[in-house]
């Protein structure tokens, strides 16, 4: 076990929501991967950052495309989730076969039906930072539904407890 065993165990502990992002490459290929590393940067302009390994074969699906589209997945979507994290699945248009989906008008990217909300981005920015890139983009337009989130907390995806709100809150 390395110095940093004990840092990384504890940053596992901060819960996260869970997220599809996909894209098409130039051949109209769609790609997706599961993230659990979505965050606002900025609100004017709106801005996100997503952090993916820089290896990650969406990030050189992205290169070319520039725009990508982030379904954020409901708490009943755990399969869906684990889906887009198996690297074992199919590649292009057939791993989406066992997932409803439509094109993004914006981006051509596959939305995934049932997500808890959807964004559309455009690539600002692309900087690699350790054994990761964090992409920044900026969110062209967006739709949110309601539902219980899927999380993302100590390696495990859950949907979280729901707490009783106090009176006069």
């Known amino acids: ?13 901060f819960a996260s929501g869970v ?16 993230v659990s590393a979505v965050t606002a940067i ?12 820089r290896r990650s074969s969406f990030v050189r699906h992205l290169g070319a495309a ?6 954020v997945l409901r708490a009943e979507q755990q399969g869906v989730a684990q889906w887009f994290a198996d690297p074992g699945r199919p590649a292009g248009t057939a791993q989406f076969d066992p997932v409803p989906w439509q094109p993004d008008p914006r981006t051509g990217a596959p939305l995934l ?8 981005c455009r690539l600002r920015d ?4 350790g054994d990761h890139d964090l992409l920044v ?32 809150a």
């Open 113 to 120: 039906t049932g997500a808890l909300a959807h964004f559309s």
């Open 19 to 34: 997220a599809v992002l996909t894209v098409t490459t130039g051949a109209r290929t769609p790609h997706g991967t599961t």
């Open 137 to 168: 983009a900026e969110v062209e337009t967006g739709a949110a539904g309601t539902g219980t989130p899927l999380l993302s907390f100590a390696g495990r995806l859950m949907s979280p407890e729901p707490e009783p709100i106090p009176r006069g």
């Open 126 to 129: 692309r900087l690699t930072l």
């Open 66 to 71: 520039g725009r990508f589209s982030v379904s």
């Open 42 to 53: 900025s609100r004017e302009p709106l801005l996100v950052g997503v952090c993916l390994h």
């Open 1 to 13: 076990m390395d110095g940093n065993a004990a840092g990384r165990r504890a940053v596992r502990h």
